[in-house]
């Protein structure tokens, strides 16, 4: 039977998130009918719920950290095929020159592709049971992931993005503050590219999932970060640093953690108020630091985390809760996920 109608998730305002339906775009040219099977509850998401990032709107019919199964392809679709598993990557308009050089991020159109629906709403709809998408926003996952872990293939995309421009090398020494789940994320992907990851936590749940990741932790609840990192590094301190929580104390101890000289700093979170970054330039000079900034992914990023997720060298099933939601029980989903020290929270689409 041909699917008409798609039922959605949608946030009408502050702590409030009901399901909704509307019919199915038609399928054009170039688009693919995704049978959504799971999408997880990113901070954005549940931020918004919060009602700390109001200035993204209502109604938000949100989610972007996804993953389906293809049911249908429209005209002129040479790569992708109904019973292809695919997550989602960003979208774009894929033809101005932003778009052609991978930065669909800064997409020229980008205002009037996220721009309201006809019948009113905001987001691309991850929180849906069926949707249409444009082909040029999947990519295609080994069939063996879960789709929960799957639908990982935006965050680490975004984690690929700051390593590459940390230029984190084979041998070299990477400090991870916070073992959330982005941290954990950069941490296992740095450990991938062939780095020593370090991970500085300081809530007893994120350290055991650190731990048994195998990485080297700090408890730093009972020992002083910095010079627990000088203690693993001789006292010469990491090569590089990735803050990945968005606080004050994390700032400060990152200028403390990395080498004297030519170290490097990835700032990878944001905090809500914004942290507080207290440095003078001289420092910054003297010691030749370097403080990189973040956000985001490029179009080949997104290629690169699916080659890590489909093959197993970041392996996230450990930072996905264990409770699942149905679609019709969002409202349940948001809460759970904006509960303090929770990983990622899946919400199943189809079930």
Same mark, same amino acid.
């Given at each position: 039977?041909?699917?008409k109608?798609?039922?959605f ?15 199915l775009p038609?399928i ?6 995704v ?8 901070t ?33 679709v040479?790569d ?11 979208d ?36 849906a049971d069926?949707?249409v ?5 999947l990519?295609?996952?080994n069939p063996?992931?879960d789709?929960?872990c ?5 965050p ?7 390593l590459?421009k940390?230029?984190?090398?084979p ?10 789940t982005?941290g ?23 350290l055991?999932?650190?731990?048994q ?7 730093a ?5 910095v010079q +627990?990192i ?10 590089a640093v990735?803050?990945?929580?968005? +606080? ?9 953690m ?6 490097r700093i990835?700032?990878?979170? +944001?905090?809500?108020p ?9 420092t910054?000079h ?12 490029d179009?080949?990023?997104?290629f690169?985390a699916?080659?890590m ?27 759970e ?15």
């Amino acid at each position: 039977m041909e699917q008409k109608m798609m039922r959605f998730s949608v946030l009408t305002e502050k702590g409030h998130a009901e399901v909704r339906e509307r019919p199915l775009p038609e399928i054009g040219p170039h688009q693919a009918l995704v049978r959504q099977l799971a999408c997880n509850i990113c901070t954005t998401d549940y931020g918004q719920w919060m009602g700390l990032r109001e200035h993204q709107g209502y109604p938000m019919a949100g989610g972007h950290e996804g993953a389906g199964v293809i049911e249908a392809v429209g005209e002129g679709v040479k790569d992708y095929k109904p019973g292809d598993f695919v997550a989602m990557a960003y979208d774009g308009c894929g033809e101005c020159l932003a778009c052609r050089q991978g930065d669909v991020l800064h997409c020229k159109d980008a205002a009037s592709l996220k721009s309201k629906t006809e019948d009113g709403y905001l987001g691309s709809f991850g929180f849906a049971d069926y949707y249409v998408r444009n082909t040029r926003s999947l990519v295609l996952m080994n069939p063996k992931l879960d789709p929960s872990c799957a639908a990982f293939l935006e965050p680490l995309a975004t984690v690929v993005k700051g390593l590459k421009k940390l230029r984190v090398q084979p041998l070299e020494s990477v400090a991870v503050i916070g073992a959330g789940t982005m941290g954990l994320v950069n941490a296992q992907a740095a450990r991938a590219l062939g780095a020593r990851v370090i991970v500085s936590e300081i809530m007893e749940k994120k350290l055991n999932t650190a731990r048994q990741m195998g990485f080297e932790v700090i408890d730093a609840g009972k020992e002083e970060p910095v010079q +627990a990192i000088k203690g693993f590094t001789a006292g010469a301190g990491v090569d590089a640093v990735i803050i990945a929580v968005g +606080a004050d104390a994390a700032n400060k101890q990152a200028f403390e953690m990395v080498k004297e000289t030519d170290g490097r700093i990835l700032f990878f979170a +944001a905090g809500y108020p914004a942290p507080r970054l207290e440095i003078d330039s001289n420092t910054i000079h003297y010691r030749r630091l370097e403080l990189i900034g973040t956000y985001a992914a490029d179009t080949i990023d997104f290629f690169t985390a699916a080659n890590m997720l489909n093959s197993g060298a970041v392996d996230v099933s450990k930072i996905v809760e264990p409770v699942k939601y149905k679609l019709e029980d969002i409202q349940e989903a948001f809460q759970e996920a904006a509960t303090p020290g929770m990983y990622r929270v899946s919400v199943m689409l189809n079930e």
